[in-house]
């Protein structure tokens, strides 16, 4: 697979590389002693157009492409999963949604900041009676009055919730309707009242970039800043979520690399009785099958990732592949802590940490058992993962660069 990329995929490699062993490894540790969040950082990510990957050009954007983002993902979580933990928020998630399906307005206004680094975004689904039904489970209700709308209601895992200058929020606009009740907005929460935050203490996740409780209290939001019609939020975010799926995969393959190339160089150090663990077989049946997942892995990733980039039917590849990352994402950090020993425990290892991402990505942007479900679904014949492809009515980043729409705009 490796050979088959472009040179500029692998420059792409090279360059986040570069970026991250001189900009975040070095000063990292200082930010997550002091638990502050690191915006001078993500906005030299943003320059270095870390974030702009699948955007058009118009928008601030590099339009290399999804993979060109999940090879991105990938070395970024590889040097430093905790810095990357906002990469969705910049460049995904968030701006996607907007882009998706927001209004050449509120592309322009928005898009080109957060992928510049130089607004947070962050983007909130989650309620506290669970993820996987969000919809279901969606007590929030943003209220019309005139001019405005005012949100109120309670949100569970936040993340970046507590900084963030522009997010987007799902909310119930009619709690009769069922998904066709949700609305989506882009949110301003330094300019408005009735938000407040309560980061949540995690076990061996970042204390710089947070997830949070998120309050609000007749919050309010323009209606200029609804996303698209009342009731369009489900397929927004259903949208987002196949694209946010691909980029997570990224990040979980990231996140094996960094345990099987932390897994080998001490196999090879640390020594058992005069030798290199690395020479027992036990240690070797670890290592080869941490290579082995993370090869299949990454052919899965990639090919869905080019599967988006070719606009192609991909809400099953991007599943399959979500699904076998964070897997082994988990196989692989488990093994490596394993082969550290005790020292697998200590926060001085990153395989410490590690294993707690790899655990985030296997449940978030849609658990490893809502996956399996929408595979299997497809498979039976009883759901078709991909019925919806092309008829969403939502902008394709790949296929409509919002340029035309801008150029028609300016000219009245
Ligand atoms: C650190 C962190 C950051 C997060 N950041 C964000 C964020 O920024 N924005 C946001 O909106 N959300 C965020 N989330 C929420 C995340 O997307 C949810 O945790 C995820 O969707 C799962 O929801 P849940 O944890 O409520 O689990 P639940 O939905 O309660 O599920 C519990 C368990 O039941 C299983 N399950 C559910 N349905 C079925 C079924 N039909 N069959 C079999 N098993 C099933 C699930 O796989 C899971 O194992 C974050 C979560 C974490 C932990």
């Known amino acids: 697979m490796d050979q088959a990329f472009s040179e500029e995929i692998e420059a792409v490699r090279d360059m986040v590389n570069r970026f991250m062993q001189s900009e975040v490894v070095p000063v990292m540790a200082e930010y997550e002693k002091r638990g502050e969040f690191p915006r001078d950082l993500i906005r030299k990510a943003g320059e270095a157009g870390l974030y702009g990957a699948v955007f058009p050009e118009s928008v601030g954007g590099s339009n290399m492409g999804y993979l060109a983002a999940v090879v991105i993902q990938e070395e970024m979580a590889r040097n430093d999963v905790r810095f990357s933990s906002c990469n969705n928020q910049q460049g995904s998630t968030c701006p996607s949604s907007i882009y998706f399906g927001g209004t050449p307005q509120q592309i322009?206004?928005?898009?080109?900041?957060?992928?510049?680094?130089?607004?947070?975004?962050?983007?909130?689904?989650?309620?506290?009676?669970?993820?996987?039904?969000?919809?279901?489970?969606?007590k929030t209700f943003a209220r019309r009055d005139g001019d405005v709308y005012r949100i109120s209601g309670q949100k569970m895992w936040a993340s970046m919730a507590n900084e963030t200058d522009v997010g987007i929020l799902f909310a119930k606009t009619d709690r009769d309707a069922g998904?066709?009740?949700?609305?989506?907005?882009?949110?301003?929460?330094?300019?408005?009242?009735?938000?407040?935050?309560?980061?949540i203490e995690m076990m061996g996740l970042s204390n710089a970039l947070r997830t949070n409780v998120l309050f609000l209290d007749d919050f309010v939001v323009p209606v200029e800043n609804r996303l698209g019609?009342?009731?369009?939020?489900?397929?927004?975010?259903?949208?987002?979520?196949?694209?946010?799926?691909v980029t997570v995969a990224g990040?979980?393959?990231?996140?094996?690399?960094?345990?099987?190339?932390?897994a080998v160089r001490y196999a090879n150090e640390r020594t058992v009785r005069g030798e290199p663990i690395g020479r027992f077989q036990m240690i070797q049946s670890d290592i080869a099958e941490m290579a082995t997942a993370i090869e299949a892995s990454r052919a899965l990733v990639y090919k869905a990732a080019q599967y988006m980039d070719d606009s192609q039917p991909s809400n099953r590849l991007a599943a399959i592949a979500k699904y076998h990352a964070s897997q082994t994402a988990k196989l692989c950090a488990d093994k490596a802590m394993q082969i550290f020993g005790g020292y697998g425990l200590a926060r001085e290892y990153r395989v410490s940490w590690l294993r707690s991402y790899a655990e985030l990505f296997f449940t978030g942007e849609g658990s490893a058992n809502v996956q399996k479900i929408m595979i299997a679904e497809d498979a039976l014949g009883y759901k078709l993962a991909d019925r919806h492809h092309g008829k969403t009515g939502l902008r394709d980043i790949r296929k409509n660069d919002v340029a035309n729409e801008l150029q028609n705009k300016a000219e009245g």
């Open 108 to 138: 322009e206004k928005y898009v080109p900041n957060l992928i510049a680094g130089k607004t947070i975004g962050m983007m909130s689904l989650t309620e506290s009676g669970g993820g996987s039904d969000a919809e279901g489970n969606m």
């Open 179 to 199: 998904a066709k009740g949700v609305t989506a907005f882009i949110v301003e929460p330094k300019k408005y009242p009735g938000w407040s935050t309560q980061p």
């Open 229 to 245: 019609e009342e009731g369009d939020g489900f397929k927004i975010i259903m949208r987002t979520l196949q694209a946010g799926r």
């Open 251 to 262: 990040k979980a393959l990231g996140i094996a690399r960094a345990c099987f190339e932390d």
